[in-house]
């Protein structure tokens, strides 16, 4: 009986980890720039939109991180936790 060779196909591969690490610094440090804005509306804003302002602020850096590391997650819908049993050595 013959053994399947798993073929795998390049539209698959994930990207490379400069690629993937670049686009993760590229999204945190845009989300630092929100908050940065958001720090300086809290200064120029009037009282009810300035604790708008403040409350973005504050609760940016737990979404820029989350948000920054996203990817290259380690299973996929095609990955399989138990793992097949290696053959024999005859």
């Given amino acids: 009986m013959a053994k399947k060779k798993k073929v795998f196909e390049i539209t ?23 908050r940065t804005a958001c720090f300086i509306l809290t200064v120029v804003l009037p009282s009810p939109y300035r604790w708008i302002a403040l409350a973005g602020a504050a609760g940016l850096p737990y979404f820029a991180v989350v948000i920054a ?10 990955t399989q936790i138990i793992q097949e049993k290696p053959l024999p050595l005859d």
């Fill in 12 to 34: 698959n591969a994930p990207l490379a980890l400069t690629r993937d690490q670049s686009a993760r610094q590229k999204r945190y440090f845009i989300s630092m720039m929100i």
């Fill in 69 to 78: 590391n996203a990817g290259r997650e380690t299973f996929s819908r095609d």
